[in-house]
């Protein structure tokens, strides 16, 4: 008889390593490009510079918990409809690769590791550290009763700026906020984009989405708005952080990237989302950190 959790197998190596890139596929550890380098962005201003190697270390630690922990109870949550929607087929949850069992411990033992590891980083992230996981798990149900899920996922990922300033500085700032409603405004609007994927699935099993509520024509266009609010608060976020030329030139590119994934991504061309969702985004993650801190250390 085998036990429902491989790691508490006799198993070797070779299946342990199996193991860890089933998880690592379930909760698509490659998306981390999207929060940690703006979890980056709000230690690194806060510090003014290089916050030191255990601030780093902790906050690194946290972001991976927390996001995994997200994205695991996001899979259960969404297990009932990837059953049965031609894109999730692949999900580990649904091929059964890994047990809901299973992942319910993953959750609770990054739960646990989140909390401890912000416990360790100061008492207002040890005290936020419960919201933080109430707020990102309620994310995954949200699609079941409001139209502006996407937005619920901007405000999770804009935490992240937030945090990373209150890991090193434990009083709220204005800077870490603009960065953080850039954020928020900057997944809403490829999160629209990619749900517009799954418009006739979400509009059959009466979930909710901009999309669904609005039509795929409007939905876009609410899209391309979000985006410009992201380059309006990026763009006040650096000016609050008295950055230099390097910043708004980096910030000039990303409005660029910004506006050519509304050119690639409009109603006739939905093929390109995987493109744009990925490759462009996680570019636009990139270059705003890389702006920051190369104006932070050689401006």
Not at 24 to 29: E, N, T
Not at 104 to 132: E, K
């Amino acid at each position: 008889m085998t036990t429902a959790y491989p790691f508490l197998r006799n198993t070797t190596f070779k299946d342990s390593l199996e193991h860890l890139r089933i998880f690592a596929r379930m909760v698509k550890i490659e998306h981390s490009v999207f929060a940690l380098p703006f979890a980056y962005i709000g230690l690194f201003l806060a510090a003014g510079g290089w916050p030191g190697i255990s601030k780093f270390i902790l906050l690194s630690l946290a972001m991976i918990a927390v996001r995994t922990w997200a994205m695991a109870m996001n899979r259960i949550a969404d297990l009932p409809f990837d059953r049965q929607n031609q894109r999730t087929q692949d999900r580990p949850l649904v091929t059964g690769e890994i047990s809901q069992s299973q992942t319910l411990v993953l959750c609770f033992f990054t739960a646990i590791f989140f909390i401890l590891v912000c416990a360790s980083l100061n008492r207002l992230c040890f005290q936020l550290s419960f919201c933080v996981l109430i707020w990102s798990a309620l994310y995954s149900w949200s699609k079941r009763f409001t139209s502006f899920t996407h937005f619920w996922l901007g405000s999770v990922l804009a935490l992240a700026p937030i945090g990373g300033w209150l890991a090193y500085d434990p009083n709220i700032h204005l800077i870490p906020v603009l960065f953080g409603l850039g954020v928020l405004f900057w997944v809403a609007g490829f999160d629209i984009l990619y749900s517009a994927q799954d418009y006739e699935f979400d509009y059959k099993f009466n979930l909710y989405s901009v999309p669904v509520r609005f039509g795929l024509p409007t939905a876009f266009v609410l899209s391309t708005f979000s985006h410009i609010n992201t380059s309006v608060f990026f763009f006040l976020a650096g000016w609050s952080a008295d950055l230099g030329l390097i910043y708004f030139f980096i910030w000039f590119i990303i409005s660029l990237v910004l506006m050519i994934e509304h050119r690639l991504v409009t109603v006739k061309h939905m093929e390109r989302i995987n493109m744009a969702f990925f490759t462009l985004n996680g570019l636009v993650a990139m270059l705003v950190c890389f702006g920051v801190l190369f104006d932070l250390f050689f401006n």
